[in-house]
């Protein structure tokens, strides 16, 4: 990549939210459809400050495929969901092109492959004014089996801020997956920030039975008569005849924090210029981090003074999930954090 204006690379990082090192084609396709899904300016009352943002984050992603394209192969752009007319639909009003999107970030964040009906459900969630459940999206959610509810439960939970999805929107998909787990015991709980940094368990009783829930993973399945732990894709054929305990876990996450497919962290650190900068600069080494009761250090050297940037703080977020060993506890995600000068 062309590295003659580093002042113009770090803007356009710090607008996708973007470390250098991790600077790949496909990371910037997927920041891209993520930013773009959720600063549009349709889901933020079109304001001028939501059309400006929009603007930037379709200028640096424009920037990026370009640079790559010069360095790399030309042609790469044109054979992926990627390639669309930007420069008319910075106004905001192209339907299709937000379906596009929509459509090229679910792909991206879904491992394996995802039942169609499934995607054709979010999407029509996502794109219906207010998240409006139509009769058709109402009449396909009740023809989807228990596995199918939780994974577009997952999806919209987990994308909730993304997405703009409502919290009654959440709740009725919830109570449907109640209703098709009603010969199941079904468990929602909604861990705190805190509980996934400390790697927390829920010691969950039901008949007298004790099952340790790590709390960082999205869902999880015990077999309530063999009493062993299920935790494997949801499209999975589970016996159906045996009773299920299914524990769906929903973090409680506080404004300016949110949680990606990977466990990564996003969080956002405000320094005041007139009252802590100086005395950062001066009597400090670091700058210090709290996640409720967390602390953690950034190293001073490491920031430049913009009003904005990223620091990624590697391998020390919360734990990632290992479907083969529930309770692994030997990787972590990264903590992203967005650092701005106010």
Request: aromatic residues 10%; proline residues 2%; contains cysteine.
């Amino acid at each position: 990549m062309n590295m003659n204006n580093n002042n113009t690379i770090q803007d356009y990082l710090d607008v996708l939210e973007l470390n250098y090192d991790e600077l790949t084609k496909d990371k910037i396709k997927k920041q891209y459809y993520k930013l773009a899904l959720k600063y549009h300016p349709d889901k933020n009352g079109n304001s001028i400050e939501a059309n400006e943002k929009f603007k930037k984050i379709n200028e640096a992603y424009l920037f990026f495929i370009s640079e790559y394209n010069d360095v790399n192969d030309t042609n790469s752009c044109n054979n992926s969901n990627t390639n669309f007319d930007f420069v008319s639909l910075l106004s905001s009003k192209n339907t299709e092109f937000y379906i596009n999107l929509l459509s090229s970030f679910i792909s991206s964040i879904i491992k394996g492959n995802l039942n169609s009906t499934i995607v054709s459900i979010v999407k029509n969630i996502v794109i219906s004014a207010n998240n409006t459940l139509t009769k058709s999206v109402l009449t396909d959610l009740n023809t989807l089996d228990k596995y199918q509810l939780i994974e577009i439960y997952t999806l919209l939970s987990r994308y909730q801020d993304v997405f703009h999805i409502k919290q009654d929107t959440l709740e009725f998909v919830s109570l449907l997956i109640k209703d098709k787990y009603k010969n199941d015991e079904i468990i929602m709980l909604t861990p705190s920030v805190s509980d996934l940094l400390n790697d927390n368990l829920y010691k969950l009783n039901v008949n007298d039975t004790i099952y340790l829930v790590p709390l960082w993973h999205n869902e999880l399945y015990f077999d309530a008569k063999n009493n062993n732990t299920n935790n494997t894709n949801i499209n999975n054929t589970n016996n159906t005849n045996n009773k299920e305990i299914i524990v769906l876990c929903k973090p409680n996450l506080p404004n300016g924090i949110s949680i990606d497919e990977n466990n990564n962290l996003y969080c956002k650190l405000s320094i005041n210029i007139h009252n802590e900068l100086t005395n950062l600069l001066y009597n400090s080494p670091f700058v210090s981090l709290y996640i409720e009761e967390k602390e953690f250090f950034i190293p001073l050297h490491n920031l430049h003074i913009v009003s904005e940037q990223i620091y990624k703080i590697k391998n020390k977020g919360i734990l990632i999930v290992n479907e083969e060993n529930i309770y692994d506890d030997t990787c972590r995600g990264d903590i992203i954090v967005k650092i701005l000068l106010v």
